[in-house]
């Protein structure tokens, strides 16, 4: 008896290591986390509005787009005003921007962004008044008003500004995510592999579902009728599947911060580098010339990986804009096995 209860623990403790390693091997990430319906997104509100409270620093008194704004207020509120009697300096005509989320209800409140169009010189401690925010179909679906926040550093841009939770959505703006009983996935990064494995992880879950990978980003997914009732639980369901994306095959270099990411699968090809007195062979042989320390030569496998290369380059102490460099002189040369991109 004890003897097979050895044999268990030491069979369940390599079942175990087995399972550890396969998802070590393969991480798997939530559908909803590389993926969004179709038809449910942001969308864009603007406005024209008048900054008041600027304290001489406003739009000068010539403007005639500020002395028309200031005009049609009065007369909004009942008074008459002849243009030419408006010398203030003390008001600014600003554009108001923002976006509402999907599903957002009337009531709801979203951030603005406030922005001078006129010679004003700050927006600091200035008040927008109530202004109409409008979608590109022309239809107002928002109110905005409140006081602007502008940056208080020394030498940042005081024309720009923002108001947190100034606007009050008036209008509902409902997403349509449902066609005919269809609902299209989109990858938020486009990948044929990733979008296979997304396919191959709906059917499994779902084996009564149609689904149609239609090109590296769509993936169309038709709803059983019994569900069609209920298509929230479904999408609910369908967005907490763990799938595993592909691979990236991209080194994306930021040259002004000297920051390096490479992805998993990117691969070095066969290829020699010389830099002064460090050598790098992968796949192949040098020979050392005199006086050089071995230490600063590295030979790498072909298979190897970016990491490996700049891990071997730091080593002997190559700054990250030689190390870039180098990497740049690679992919000239056809031997870095990905994209390169620099921003």
Do not use: W
């Not at 002395?67 to 005509?93: F, H, P, T, W, Y």
């Not at 169009?117 to 600091?124: K, M, N, P, V």
């Not at 980003?217 to 369908?238: C, G, M, T």
């Not at 830099?275 to 230490?295: C, I, T, W």
């Amino acid at each position: 008896m004890r003897f097979l209860k050895g044999q268990f623990r030491a069979l369940f403790c390599l079942l175990l290591f087995y399972i550890i390693s396969a998802v070590a091997a393969a991480p798997g990430v939530r559908l909803k986390d590389i993926a969004y319906l179709s038809g449910v997104r942001n969308n864009q509100l603007l406005g024209i509005g008048l900054a008041t409270g600027l304290a001489g620093k406003g739009d000068s008194s010539s403007s005639v787009l500020l002395k028309n704004s200031l005009a049609n207020l009065v007369a909004n509120l009942g008074l008459e005003i002849d243009q030419r009697e408006i010398k203030s300096r003390n008001c600014a005509v600003v554009v108001i921007s923002c976006e509402i989320p999907p599903f957002i209800r009337p009531g709801d409140r979203i951030n603005l962004t406030v922005s001078s169009i006129g010679d004003a010189r700050s927006l600091e401690g200035g008040v927008l008044l109530q202004s109409q925010l409008k979608g590109a179909n022309g239809v107002v679906y928002a109110l905005a008003q409140g006081n602007i926040l502008t940056p208080r550093n020394s030498g940042s841009v005081k024309t720009v500004g923002s108001i947190p939770l100034g606007g009050i959505v008036e209008k509902e703006v409902l997403s349509d995510f449902l066609t005919q009983g269809t609902i299209s996935l989109v990858l938020r990064n486009p990948d044929f592999i990733t979008a296979h494995g997304v396919s191959e992880a709906i059917s499994g879950a779902f084996p009564n579902v149609k689904v149609n990978p239609v090109d590296a980003s769509l993936i169309e997914v038709q709803i059983p009728a019994e569900r069609r009732s209920d298509p929230v639980a479904f999408v609910a369901e369908l967005e907490s599947l763990t799938v595993i994306p592909g691979s990236s095959g991209k080194v994306v270099i930021d040259a002004a911060s000297g920051i390096i990411i490479m992805g998993e699968q990117v691969r070095i090809g066969r290829v020699a580098v010389s830099y002064k007195r460090v050598q790098v062979s992968v796949a192949g042989n040098f020979n050392l010339q005199d006086g050089e320390e071995a230490e600063e030569n590295f030979i790498l496998e072909e298979t190897s990986t970016v990491d490996d290369l700049i891990s071997a380059l730091a080593e002997v102490g190559l700054k990250t804009e030689t190390i870039i460099g180098i990497l740049k002189a690679i992919d000239r040369a056809g031997a870095l096995y990905g994209e390169l991109i620099i921003m």
